[in-house]
């Protein structure tokens, strides 16, 4: 009797811890089952990365030729010259957010600074040429002449009142502040005291194994705080917008989360194109930093449908859409950046920079389908407030790059996001508007102060930026190879029942989509 009682207590504490699993599954799967889920060794994210890229009129093939056979090459080596090379920068800025908490200790982390005087040019740089007299100056005792010689000379009817009171003081301070920033839409370091300049080639954006929370935590903040959103998420597990809403949302706040979406989408193929594969390697001729090139499998984990909610597909053609919006503004600017000196001291130099600047720019003239930024913000008193919050969402995302832990990592954040945001700057600022007009009366001369529109760390991060973008669109080419040849090779051997065997093991082990880990 006791015997069949344990039996039946035992079947009953069975039966709950059964639906007790089940329930938590259930709970689970509300959060990450959101889509149907595809093979992982498919190409299904290069299947649906064709046709209409959205909010634009232009398409996903049309930019991949463009970029590959024409703007590609003439980019990267216009980038690798001296003017391009340096980045003036400052990495030692405390982060303005959060304490922070996470350093990464890795090699790889790590960069290489150069002193200012050994950037080519640095001495006749025409920055320290134009700059800025105070026109408080020009009443100083030392820039006056004397006047003790001069009998009708009375000090006391010639007294200036130079007083001002703090509060005047402070309300003045405010109003350069404000003028300062109408027109920039990210936070720059041109003028910072300890900003150092980098060689941006020994320095080459790769994966450094920055990750875990700190890391989680920068994404999170711009896509939950600083990004435009049409409703409170309800998957606490997905910090991005699901491409299903974006509809919901007007074309300004939809062009902000593509754009931050695309330069994300960008950063991450660059970490999977240049993967560390292995430390060490066997033979005298092995590189000493490790051997790095692409990880399909990183890539795949990153985009493919069936790890990210199927959004993978979404996020590469957001790619394509902040790279036109970067293109556009190029050309938007092109008349002035034709102009522009590049200067570096040397004059064989400095000529094929300008060379290699006017070709690229006359070959981005000819893309056919330009980013059409005057149809946004259009509508008076409410249009002007929503630029507002699209220049203030991006200028703390270019603030929260200062609380990345791995300073390699944060260098190349910083410059792409300052190139993006001079891009936003030359769009949406209104002081590029009346250029072309300005260039066909010929009356843009640089080397006039008041025609100096964009800093040279400004112009660095552009080019630069806009660089990677085209790089990550050549590497998508050669993602989309590799897998094609991997599935290729997988056909046979996973047919029938086997295949069925490795379709159940892709979806059943799907993870949550990664934030730059």
């Not at 930026?465 to 599935?487: D, G, P, Q, V």
Request: with cysteine.
């Amino acid at each position: 009797m006791f015997m069949k009682l344990s039996k039946m207590v035992y079947k009953k504490y069975c039966v709950v811890l059964l639906i007790f699993a089940l329930a938590i599954v259930q709970a689970v799967g509300y959060d990450t089952e959101l889509f149907e889920t595809v093979a992982c060794d498919s190409t299904a994210c290069f299947d649906a990365l064709h046709g209409a890229l959205g909010d634009c009129s232009c398409n996903v093939d049309t930019i991949d030729y463009f970029n590959n056979v024409k703007i590609f090459p003439r980019i990267q080596s216009l980038v690798s010259k001296d003017y391009f090379r340096f980045y003036k920068v400052n990495l030692k800025k405390e982060c303005p957010f959060w304490a922070d908490d996470s350093r990464c200790a890795m090699k790889y982390c790590h960069i290489k600074t150069c002193s200012k005087e050994s950037v080519p040019g640095f001495e006749n740089d025409y920055e320290n040429e134009l700059e800025e007299e105070p026109p408080a100056l020009k009443y100083s005792q030392e820039a006056q002449t004397p006047c003790n010689s001069d009998a009708d000379h009375d000090p006391a009817l010639g007294y200036l009142n130079m007083t001002l009171s703090v509060a005047s003081q402070f309300e003045i301070a405010k109003w350069k502040a404000y003028d300062d920033s109408v027109g920039n839409f990210c936070d720059c370091d041109d003028k910072d005291a300890e900003a150092e300049y980098v060689d941006l080639s020994l320095n080459p954006e790769r994966y450094t194994g920055y990750k875990g929370t700190s890391a989680h935590r920068i994404w999170r903040s711009i896509y939950e705080e600083n990004c435009f959103r049409p409703k409170v998420n309800p998957y606490k597990s997905f910090p991005y917008v699901l491409s299903s809403d974006l509809g919901n949302m007007c074309l300004e706040k939809r062009v902000f989360y593509r754009a931050v979406s695309g330069l994300h989408t960008s950063i991450n193929i660059h970490l999977c194109s240049k993967y560390l594969l292995s430390e060490k390697k066997l033979g005298f001729a092995a590189p000493p930093e490790g051997e790095w090139g692409p990880n399909l499998a990183e890539f795949q984990r990153r985009f493919d449908p069936s790890q990210t909610f199927g959004e993978g597909p979404n996020w590469l053609k957001n790619l394509y859409f902040v790279y036109l919006l970067e293109m556009r503004a190029l050309a938007k600017a092109g008349p002035y950046l034709e102009r522009e000196d590049y200067f570096t001291g040397n004059p064989v130099e400095d000529e094929e920079t300008r060379d290699a600047i006017r070709n690229m720019l006359g070959v981005i003239y000819t893309f056919p389908d330009h980013f059409n930024e005057s149809s946004m913000f259009n509508g008076g008193s409410p249009a002007a407030k929503l630029k507002q919050e699209f220049r203030d969402h991006f200028w703390n995302i270019s603030r929260i790059m200062d609380c990345v832990g791995c300073d390699k990592c944060k260098l190349w954040g910083k410059l792409q996001t300052q190139g993006l945001g001079t891009a936003l700057k030359i769009l949406f600022s209104g002081q590029w508007d009346s250029f072309d007009e300005e260039a066909e009366k010929g009356r843009i001369v640089l080397r006039h102060k008041a025609h100096k529109r964009l800093q040279r760390t400004e112009i660095v991060a552009l080019f630069n930026a806009f660089a990677r973008l085209s790089n990550s669109i050549r590497e998508l080419e050669n993602f989309r190879n590799m897998l094609s040849s991997h599935t290729d090779g997988q056909k046979d051997v996973f047919s029938g029942a086997a295949g069925d065997i490795k379709r159940e093991r892709c979806t059943s082990g799907v993870s949550k989509p990664s934030l730059w880990s």
